[in-house]
């Protein structure tokens, strides 16, 4: 299986600053065949199924505010949030679809300082 | 807007079969390219894809789960379920089902189910 390693694992950044999310396959998820990288990032609130932010890394999902940004290639990835909004706490997940199973980094927990 | 509504049974003994099916709203589970998928989440931790079904059928499983899971599709339901067999307490978990679009030209879960809360206990 693919290893998706997360740091950190929390974060606490104050309203307005940037946040910074960083997420290491064990392998690439670079498809040098289309170039794409199969990988995914997701925001989950308490009590909420996972929402889909971003896929091919930096394909944002329609209705996610621009504030996002997905970026990186081959094992390492980020996802930034430029100016932290409170509606943004939240645990962060990326994912690989590169194979089969597709699995999940553990998470990181974004607060406010 | 695709929606997808897990449903079954809350409550499930120790060494019995967890069966859950969900149900797909608002498109057709034989969409081109989209397969469908179950995903755990164990209360506090993080998330474990269990497998996914195309609508012909066509099934991919974990391996930590394999020997215990079967994911079967009734097209004419527009719905899948999920049975796993042998649970222990180390299967409670919020079972959500959620589109795969893994080998889609958008990639990644983009629709989930609310997630169903499953105890295993006698």
């Known amino acids: 299986d693919i290893v998706m390693t997360q740091s950190p694992d929390s974060l606490a950044v104050s309203l307005g600053e940037r946040a910074t999310i960083n997420c290491k396959s064990s392998?690439?998820?670079?498809?040098?065949?289309?170039?794409?990288?199969?990988l995914a990032w997701y925001q989950q609130k308490p009590g909420q199924p996972p929402k889909l932010l971003f896929y091919?890394?930096?394909t944002r999902e329609s209705e996610v505010p621009d504030r996002f940004s997905g970026s990186g290639s081959g094992t390492d990835f980020t996802l930034t949030i430029s100016s932290l909004q409170a509606e943004d706490v939240a645990v962060y997940y990326c994912?690989?679809?590169?194979?089969?199973?597709?699995?999940f980094g553990q998470g990181t927990k974004l607060e406010i300082k | 807007q695709v929606q997808l509504q897990e449903s079954g049974p809350g409550l499930v003994k120790p060494s019995q079969t967890l069966s859950l099916t969900c149900t797909v709203s608002?498109?057709?589970?034989?969409?081109?390219?989209?397969?469908w998928s179950w995903i755990r989440q164990p209360a506090g931790k993080g998330l474990e894809w269990i497998g996914r079904i195309y609508a012909s059928g066509t099934t991919n499983y974990n391996p930590s789960l394999k020997s215990r899971v079967t994911i079967s599709v009734d097209t004419s339901k527009n719905h899948f379920s999920l049975k796993l067999s042998s649970v222990t307490a180390a299967d409670t978990a919020v079972y959500y089902c959620?589109?795969?679009?893994?080998?889609?030209?958008?990639?990644?879960?983009?629709?989930w189910g609310q997630g169903t809360l499953v105890t295993v206990s006698s």
């Open positions: 608002g498109g057709s589970i034989s969409s081109d390219s989209y397969y």
């Open positions: 091919w890394a930096s």
């Open positions: 959620a589109r795969d679009g893994s080998y889609s030209t958008r990639g990644g879960f983009d629709y």
């Open positions: 994912q690989q679809y590169y194979r089969t199973p597709p699995t």
């Open positions: 392998q690439s998820v670079l498809y040098s065949s289309n170039n794409k990288n199969y």
